[in-house]
């Protein structure tokens, strides 16, 4: 089993940056590609960003291609996400999600584990 607890989202204006932090506990945080989601009301959750057990391999959604940015601290047992020039259409609960897969995924049916969630709003 693995815990994973997201923190960092909240209310920005248009043009501005949060970043989102997952902290993993339970099975060794390493074993695990990670991978971001969001939902947004009325819609289906959407890949947003992905990252390999070593951090050496990402996968980005096209709509946040030169946004955002997805890094990990195995050390910390942490993977966090770098949003940069948010924009309205960015607000949505984000989670953070595990896989235990060598490779990594933009299909959310590949993760095993999933945190509760954290809300980012984008204000115009």
């Known amino acids: 089993q693995v815990q994973l607890v997201e923190s960092g989202g909240g209310l920005v204006q248009a043009g501005g940056s949060l970043r989102l932090s997952c902290l993993a506990s339970?099975?060794?945080?390493?074993?695990?590609?990670m991978g971001w989601f969001h939902q947004a009301p009325g819609k289906e959750r959407e890949f947003v960003a992905a990252?390999?057990?070593?951090?050496?391999?990402?996968l980005y959604a096209d709509s946040v291609k030169g946004r955002f940015t997805i890094s990990r601290d195995n050390a910390k047992s942490t993977v966090y996400l770098q949003m940069n020039s948010l924009k309205p259409e960015d607000t949505a609960v984000y989670y953070c999600?595990?896989?235990?897969?060598?490779?990594?995924?933009?299909?959310?049916?590949?993760?095993?584990?999933w945190g509760q969630g954290t809300q980012v709003t984008v204000s115009s």
């Open positions: 339970g099975r060794t945080f390493s074993g695990y590609a």
């Open positions: 999600a595990a896989t235990p897969y060598y490779s990594i995924y933009n299909d959310a049916r590949r993760y095993s584990y």
């Open positions: 990252i390999s057990q070593s951090g050496d391999r990402t």
